[in-house]
């Protein structure tokens, strides 16, 4: 008898998509770390087996596709490693939301589950994964003003930025149904008599629309990103007729890095504006009436790790203080002498291990574990409350 036929129901099935933060550029390395702070150390123990391995989960598969158009997707019982892939097919010993979201999800599901997951890095919403009822992408009048400047063809430009309108979008709901067309292919337990329940989407997406000045003239204002909320509640609507489940539940992860606005420190106080108009764009179409009951937003902002930009901070002013050695003509060994000097005095014990916490840049959430963790827990959480 096969799993899926011991529960004797559909099988629920959840998808996955988004950009860098959702592939997930935390290492395992960074777990650790987790356990340090009482209120995590729980989700920890969730992740790691017996032996204190990445856990594996026998009865929640994956198939996650990244990388090149003509990859394969990576496909198997999920664990640790299916994060950022170079490959599609290999390891990348980094975890996104995925692996506590099944977890979790598994959890609150009481059943086995499959996850799809579809992420490629850099890429925005307004282009790459725009859905077709935007549209075609329209430049604007401070868009069209520089091309004329530069003395670009138009039509040319017009042309180049078609090509590569939707193109994301096509490729994500390509691989969602291509796993729905035979769900045996990456899940054992599926049952074809029993089906398949398609219970929720969670979509993490965000920094290279806020980024893109020349997409967003005005996202320094209010309502300066009002065309991500657009376009983005059409994706929603899009995607649940391409799907055919009218009220999909829908998670949208609201980028978060830095933490609150309210805390930014002096030296971000000149992206408070941009950051919050962002999230709040992003956060829009769950507040729309059409989207009552099976939208809603989550601010990834609460997860952040102020205790991680302490330690950050002192890590800077190290190699403040490296560089101008260097730039005075210090001896190499002069150089590590002081440095190991100052490195002593800085930092403390739990400052190292904190350090070992953070195997990326920022805008990756600091490649934490802890961080990353906890929002595949929120996701799980959210997409299960919505399907109530």
Known sequence: MS??????????????????????????????????DPKTAPI????????????????????YRTGKEEDAPGVGKLTAGFGSRRVATEDGGKIGPE?????????????????????????????????????????????????????????????????????????MMEHVKAVLADPGKVHPGY????????????????????????????????????????????????????LGVPKLPFVIGVMGTSGPTKDYGKN????????????????????????????????TENYWDPELDEVSEKKNVLNSKEK??????????????TMEKLRAEIYSERDLRLLEGITNADYHYKGSGKIMAQIGKAFAEAVHDLGQ
């Not at 790691?48 to 989960?57: S, T």
Request: aromatic share 12%; glycine share 10%.
């Open 3 to 36: 799993v899926g036929s011991m529960w004797a129901k559909p099988m629920k099935v959840y998808v996955l998509t988004g950009q860098s933060n959702m592939e997930g550029h935390a290492k395992i390395s960074s777990f650790d770390h987790i356990g340090m």
């Open 44 to 63: 920890l123990k969730k992740m790691r087996d017996a032996k204190g391995e990445p856990r594996v989960l026998d009865d929640v598969y994956i198939s």
């Open 99 to 171: 692996f506590t979201f099944g977890i979790y999800a598994r959890k609150l599901a009481g059943e086995p589950i499959l996850i799809i997951k579809a992420a490629w890095g850099g890429k925005s919403i307004h282009t790459d994964f725009r859905p077709p009822s935007a549209g075609p992408y329209e430049f604007n009048e401070s868009e069209l003003a520089k091309f004329e400047k530069q003395g670009k063809d138009l039509a040319e430009v017009k042309a180049e930025r078609e090509k590569k309108t939707g193109v994301y979008y096509r490729m």
């Open 191 to 242: 049952d074809k008599e029993e089906g398949y329940e398609l219970a929720g989407m969670v979509w993490f997406q965000g920094w290279n629309d806020m980024v893109a000045g020349d997409v967003y003239p005005k996202r320094g204002e209010a309502g300066g990103y009002d065309k991500y909320s657009e376009v983005l509640a059409h994706f929603i609507r899009d995607v649940r007729k391409d």
């Open 268 to 299: 971000q106080q000149r992206y408070k504006a941009t950051h919050q108009n962002f999230r709040d764009a992003m956060a829009a179409p769950a507040s729309m009436p059409e989207f009552k009951g099976n939208v809603t937003a989550v601010l």
């Open 324 to 337: 101008e050695l260097r730039k005075e003509g210090v001896s190499k060994k002069e150089i590590a002498e």
